[in-house]
């Protein structure tokens, strides 16, 4: 009875319930969209509310209890934090798969306008934390967006397609690949995506599937041709707001190398942007040890639950304490 009382509890801690939540709703591209505000902890002076803009994949407003152990972090110096659940997904309405990475961007920018019309007396700024393809989303919302005052990545990349080699490349090499398979496989891939740049139909992709290759879904076809081409390297260099990029020293999805030097690449005119490489930390900014994969399952999941904040980087919290110390409100 008391490890079922305290599994419980700890459900109740990383979901985000009894956290002083309030269910919220807001709409964009003819969906309605639900999700949750979680105020900041009430022994802090209040510094802003912080928009969560989802990776890629079906997720709910808290990512299955991922993002619990990121906002209690921001929760504790000041800042609220707002989160939905995608297109499709939980309470909200539409199909996530159907969006561009533009649609997105309006999805977010309709959220800071909820925030500004619901919660503005009680806030100062407002962030972005975004995680994984978010990366195609936050910099342009920033951008175009003066409401926004910072920003914060997780495991972004700058370029869709060299992203998606570097993914092919880490799985083939997670299983012990050869170069010359890895050679075939980059040649593959080359010709898939020029294939892609065509816009063939969705028949047309199935009828160039090799024998016994499984395909993408008719939405996730879709998906991948409104988004093929998508890099974000224009919107970092118009982007003169403070950004901290945080990434895994470990990440199998993203060539971290490949974003740290790109964003470095701007640093003269760019004083603003920092980049931190977590070692030993996955994509998520988990510890390596034990989350470190391309595919998290129902395992993935329950043992996240068991090691509750533990599971998170210990570098993690004391570069926000650092960084957020230079935003207006923060000590």
């Known amino acids: 009875m008391k490890a079922r009382v305290a599994a419980i509890v700890l459900?109740?801690?990383?979901?985000?319930?009894?956290?002083?939540?309030?269910?919220?709703?807001?709409?964009?591209?003819?969906?309605r969209l639900a999700g949750i505000f979680l105020p900041p902890d009430t022994n802090t002076q209040p510094c802003g509310v912080i928009v969560t803009v989802h990776g890629d994949g079906p997720l709910d407003r808290e990512a299955f209890g991922y993002y619990p152990l990121i906002w209690e972090l921001l929760r504790a110096r000041g800042y609220a934090v707002l989160s939905w659940d995608k297109p499709g997904i939980g309470g909200s309405t539409g199909n996530w798969l159907h969006?561009?990475?533009?649609?997105?961007?309006?999805?977010v920018s309709a959220a800071i306008e909820y925030i500004e019309q619901r919660f503005a007396p009680n806030q100062l700024s407002i962030g972005l934390l975004g995680f994984s393809q978010a990366g195609w989303v936050v910099p342009a919302v920033a951008n175009q967006n003066p409401s926004v005052d910072f920003v914060i990545g997780v495991g972004f990349a700058i370029n869709w397609i060299e992203q998606g080699w570097y993914l092919t490349l880490s799985r083939l090499q997670g299983e012990g690949a050869s170069e010359s398979e890895i050679d075939e496989a980059r040649?593959?891939?080359?010709?898939?995506?020029a294939f892609l740049a065509t816009m063939p139909t969705y028949e047309a992709y199935l009828a160039s599937l090799d024998a016994g290759e499984k395909p993408m879904s008719l939405d996730r076809y879709g998906f991948a041709l409104k988004n093929v081409q998508a890099d974000a390297m224009d919107d970092y260099?118009?982007?003169?707001?403070?950004?901290?990029?945080?990434?895994?020293?470990?990440?199998?999805?993203?060539?971290?190398v490949d974003t740290?030097?790109?964003?470095?690449?701007?640093?003269?005119?760019?004083?603003?942007f920092r980049t931190v490489v977590?070692?030993?930390?996955?994509?998520?900014?988990?510890?390596?040890?034990?989350?470190?994969?391309?595919?998290?399952?129902?395992?993935f999941l329950a043992k996240l639950h068991l090691f509750g904040d533990s599971a998170v980087s210990p570098q993690l919290e004391p570069v926000l304490d650092e960084w957020l110390s230079d935003r207006v409100c923060s000590g």
């Open 11 to 31: 459900f109740l801690l990383l979901c985000g319930c009894g956290l002083g939540a309030e269910d919220i709703a807001f709409h964009s591209g003819g969906n």
């Open 99 to 107: 969006q561009s990475m533009e649609d997105r961007q309006r999805e």
């Open 187 to 193: 040649t593959q891939y080359i010709d898939d995506m």
């Open 237 to 256: 260099r118009q982007l003169h707001k403070p950004l901290l990029m945080l990434l895994g020293e470990d990440d199998l999805n993203v060539d971290v």
């Open 260 to 272: 740290r030097d790109r964003l470095a690449a701007l640093s003269a005119t760019h004083p603003n």
């Open 278 to 299: 977590l070692p030993a930390a996955t994509h998520s900014l988990l510890k390596s040890r034990q989350f470190n994969t391309q595919s998290p399952g129902l395992l």
